[in-house]
């Protein structure tokens, strides 16, 4: 890859300096033809001159135009150029090429100069220039003599020049880009801890920083994974061994098949069947597939009905529960089982965090184009270190109170899933040993 970027430099600068020599020789070339035909047109004027007057001579003294054909043919071997010249009725008296002789008022070959004697009205002068081709030739050969040896030797230098800075450039360039490529390839083989070594601000600098980036998210993203793989693998463990253990007891005879063997079975095979409930739906929340069923709802009412089927649970543990609706709160389109679904996982986990004798709030009010709604709670707190996982899959302040209350640890993931699935978002704000305010928002939309 690094031999590539150096190819393809070094033909860069190569290319640049053709263009550009070329571009010079061609200016130059264009100038040095202009010239040469304004001087060509001032020689061709005065030789012109001189001819006429030559030719007005020779006229008068012998008062016809006999004999002036070899002068003409002279004229146009010194010259080189066509010369031809007509009588006062435009017949052609003398053409240096012998073509035209003869003839009356000839069709002559491109550019033509023409001297007519005007004040004596017996003929006219011709005068056919060199072509532009012969013309471009000539001073393409003139600039080639002149100064085309410098601009080859400075090409063949500003050539060796370029080799010389696509070196150090490419190295310079392809150091990070080869650390960097090498990075990658171990980040992509497993190792999470690579990092590259920035030291300034420029665009590979720049690079460096966002695979660092990268890599931070991937290697929390890896521990997560572990984490969850883990924390599933032991959610399905304990009570698997459980319905083992007592199936295993009931077979041997040490335990009776009563009705409390039974429901402790059920128990368990309901925490079995939440858990895979939650990893399937939040599975389909993180593919985005999960379906809303949208409809007109009237929030407050969302907000009251999940607080009264709180209420028992959070009366048993002595904690007062409460709805504080902030002025009339707008229908909005909304899916009502899932919004009911995020406020009862909030609810449950404020009563689990909330001591007896705790208060939770529950305020919502619209706020310009979105609803907002809180779970206030004056629980034991988060501490600042768990802030920012708290809405990961699986992850848990105390792993130790799991099995006590039942809970799969992915509440919040769902209940922010389905809230940014409604277009809103959750957040949340916590002082440890001052309790947690989870909030959402909703934007107002109708159908």
Partial sequence: MTGRLQFRLLLGFTLVIFVAIGAVLFFVNQATKDEIQRFREQVDNSRALRMQSELTRIYFI?????????????????????????????????????????????DLPGRVISFPFQREGFG????????????????????????????????MIAIIIALILTYFFSRRILSPVRALTQAANRLGGGDFSQRVDVKGNSELD???????TMADNLGRAEELRKNMVADIAHELRNPLANIKGYLEAA?????ETNEDTVRKLDEEATLLTRLVNDLQELSLAEAGELKLEREPGDIGKIIETTTQMMQTKASQKGLSLKFIPAGDLPEIDIDIHRISQVLHNLIENAITATPAGGTICIPAQRMKNYIKVSVIDTGEGIPADDLDNIFERLYRIDKSRARATGGSGLGLTIARRLVEAHGGQITVESEQGKGSCFSFTIPITHK
């Fill in 206 to 212: 720049q690079l460096g920083n966002t695979f660092n």
């Fill in 124 to 155: 006219t002068l011709y005068i056919i220039p060199r072509s532009s081709s012969e013309l471009s030739f000539e001073s393409f050969q003139i600039l080639f003599e002149s100064i085309g040896r410098y601009f080859l030797w400075g090409g």
């Fill in 251 to 255: 077979r041997d005879g040490l335990i």
């Fill in 62 to 106: 012998n008062r016809n135009w006999e004999g002036i054909q070899p002068i003409i043919e002279q004229w146009s071997n010194l010259y080189e150029q066509q010369i031809v010249v007509t009588d006062s009725e435009g017949m052609v008296v003398a053409d240096s090429q012998d073509k035209l002789s003869g003839e009356y008022k000839p």
